[in-house]
């Protein structure tokens, strides 16, 4: 609720000072995540597919006991 005594008194204003670092930090990490993930995706073993055998004839489990 809204002091109305207050009403027309200026909003005081929180600032700090930039730390450097910062971004660069920020920037290595991101890179160094993207890097991660590129690495497991091309050294997975398998395709990504499907699981259950998908598309080589076999039945899938949604459809079996079903004729």
């Known amino acids: 609720m809204a ?3 207050n009403s027309n008194a200026p909003l005081k204003e929180l600032t700090h000072e930039a730390v450097s670092g ?3 930090a920020f920037l290595i990490s991101i890179a160094v995540m993207g890097l ?3 690495i497991l995706l091309i050294t997975s073993p ?3 597919k499907g ?3 998908h598309g080589n004839g076999e ?3 949604a ?3 079903k004729h």
């Open 22 to 24: 910062y971004p660069k």
């Open 36 to 38: 991660y993930l590129a």
């Open 59 to 61: 039945k899938s489990h």
């Open 63 to 65: 459809t079996e006991g």
């Open 46 to 48: 398998g395709s990504a």
């Open 51 to 53: 699981h259950h055998g």
């Open 3 to 5: 002091n109305p005594d």
